[in-house]
């Protein structure tokens, strides 16, 4: 793969789907679907919002350790990324990245209810095209 940050790119943006997987108290992976992160800054950091009382949230919180995958389906290929996962309540953040869409999980808006934001950076990857796998580090 020549430019992986473009090829992966290109992937993530064309998926309504995501799925991020945490650690859950007995060391076992918990997978879970997802909507598209609502920002992504290359292929390095990916932003999601979700409910602050949910189990993620209490996993992430006690072990960091992730993995992100998106599925291109049509032409069966995928990503998967390694990294943490950080909890993030920081006003700033939240209101720089709240949408009025968001209204209708989160009752409280931005800066009340249960909205936050989870905060992947990856570390390494995986790209699967073409029947064959290829590793690689972000930097």
């Known amino acids: 793969m020549r430019n ?16 991020i ?10 997978t879970k679907a997802m909507l598209a992160p609502v920002r992504r800054e290359g292929i390095k950091t990916f932003y999601w919002h979700t ?22 389906k049509r032409f069966f290929r995928g990503v998967m990324l390694k990294g943490v996962m950080e909890v993030v309540d920081d006003m700033n953040i939240k209101k720089e ?10 009752q409280g808006g931005a800066d009340g209810g249960d909205f936050i934001l989870l905060k992947f950076t990856s570390e390494t990857g995986r790209f699967y095209s073409n029947f064959r796998s290829e590793d690689f580090i972000i930097d």
Do not use: H
């Open 4 to 19: 992986p940050a473009e090829t992966i790119g290109n992937l993530i943006d064309k998926q309504s789907i995501s799925y």
């Open 21 to 30: 997987s945490s650690v859950d108290e007995n060391g076992y992976p918990n």
């Open 51 to 72: 409910n602050s009382p949910s189990m993620r949230v209490n996993q992430y919180r006690n072990n960091p350790k992730a993995c992100i995958y998106f599925c291109d």
């Open 97 to 106: 990245i709240w949408k009025d869409e968001f209204s209708i999980y989160y």
